[in-house]
């Protein structure tokens, strides 16, 4: 996580005051060539960054989505309001993410949260951005070239077609990378932004092409149990899908946990809210999974990106 000072009129509107950033060097050193006050502080220990927020009067976080779900039940625990905060927006990437778990950033964290995308091979964060719209990703097309491709023919797809996302450098000396297919799946958004930049935008990262899970002969892909998860109002913040299998079958559970009003001790209620998660799950992604219901903060988590996909079949 990095500290950084914001110099008025630089980035983001005449932001003033400072700016807290999680992420890759990309960001880290394009924040100190605009001149900005930078500290990195690392990944959790969130006592640690709640501290540099206040001590900085920090006006904005790069952060991993999963980890602003998780410091928001965080500073609920530690009876912080995250408005009386100085921070008023998010940059959020590293990781799929759904419009949902977006907005529930927003609600929780009390800011503006727009989407980056970025990869080691190419700059870390910093291959495209959200402007102001929060419409499509804005790639920095003076120094990539990108295309999207259809990942099974390697064809070129059709405009608007969601498919794999290869990238080109144009500016890398030392590394030059031609053709980088990222196995990413997004698609190009039609037609100009309304904030009037020219450079074309991405759709938010769908998910990678080697992500798909074939359950019951259909085709599943993670972030559509968490597009349905995270537009239930009782669901909390974290989820875990596990694959297993019965006889020969393979099966799909997901444990969801639940915010603390809806996980009461009548059994009626609970079984009548996992009937509804997996009526809602069943219509996302055709197949009926497990649902098991567990208390807020009781699934693992993991300081860096989060584990939502676990594979139980070779172990059993």
Not at 175 to 200: E, K, Q, S, V, W
């Amino acid at each position: 996580m990095y500290a950084v000072g914001l110099r008025k009129g630089d980035v983001f509107q005449n932001m003033s005051g400072y700016g807290l950033f999680t992420g890759g060097l990309g960001i880290h050193y394009g924040a100190e060539r605009l001149g900005l006050l930078t500290v990195p502080a690392g990944a959790g220990n969130s006592k640690r960054q709640l501290k540099l927020l206040r001590d900085f009067k920090v006006d904005g976080v790069h952060i991993i989505p999963s980890y602003a779900l998780h410091f928001a039940s965080f500073l609920k625990q530690e009876g912080v309001d995250p408005r009386s905060l100085n921070w008023r927006f998010a940059l959020i990437g590293a990781e799929p993410h759904t419009e949902e778990a977006r907005l529930r950033i927003q609600e929780l964290l009390g800011l503006k949260a727009f989407n980056s995308y970025g990869m080691t091979e190419m700059n870390g964060p910093g291959v495209a951005f959200e402007c102001e719209k929060q419409c499509g990703m804005h790639v920095w097309e003076d120094a990539y070239i990108a295309e999207i491709i259809n990942p099974e023919t390697g064809e070129p797809a059709a405009e608007g077609e969601v498919g794999e996302l290869v990238m080109t450098t144009l500016c890398r000396d030392g590394m030059p990378i031609l053709r980088y297919r990222t196995r990413d799946l997004t698609r190009f958004l039609p037609g100009p932004c309304a904030c009037g930049r020219t450079h074309r935008r991405l759709d938010r990262i769908t998910g990678r092409a080697d992500d798909m899970l074939i359950i019951k002969g259909c085709n599943i892909y993670p972030m559509q149990v968490e597009q349905a998860l995270m537009s239930m109002p009782e669901v909390a913040q974290n989820y875990v899908i596990e694959l297993f299998k019965e006889g020969e079958m393979d099966q799909l559970r997901v444990k969801v946990e639940i915010k603390d009003d809806y996980f009461v001790e009548d059994m009626r209620a609970l079984t009548s809210l996992q009937k509804k998660i997996t009526a809602r799950l069943r219509d996302e992604i055709l197949v009926t999974p497990r649902v098991e219901l567990v208390q807020h903060d009781s699934i693992p988590k993991s300081e860096g990106k989060a584990v939502r996909v676990v594979d139980l079949r070779e172990k059993e």
